[in-house]
């Protein structure tokens, strides 16, 4: 085998190791506390904007508690991706605002005298 081949054949194999080697990915449950989850509408939006993102595996919202609970592998989207998504859709996630012009386009009964006070 010639000196060539020799290089080629080694790199073949430490990629593999590298591949081999790879963190298994694992699917998380991140809880979250939505502040505007307390309609039927609300939730439909929550939901659909959170399956927008890759790598989330199931949502599950409650809006008698205004709570969610999203699965995802963390290989493919972070909790703060997560975070910062659905803020961007005017979502307060966690008692952080998220954005006031996306905010207002959310329908009127995502709105509850707490939620609105808050702003």
Known sequence: ?????RILLNAILFALTLISCEKEAKILVLELDIAELVCIDGQKIFEGR???LEGIK????NIQTHKAQVSHWDNQVSAAEVRAHLRDYGFTIDQVPGNVIARGRLPQCCFTSQTESDE
């Open 50 to 52: 959170i399956l927008e």
């Open 58 to 61: 199931t949502v599950s919202a």
């Open 1 to 5: 085998m010639n000196l060539k081949n």
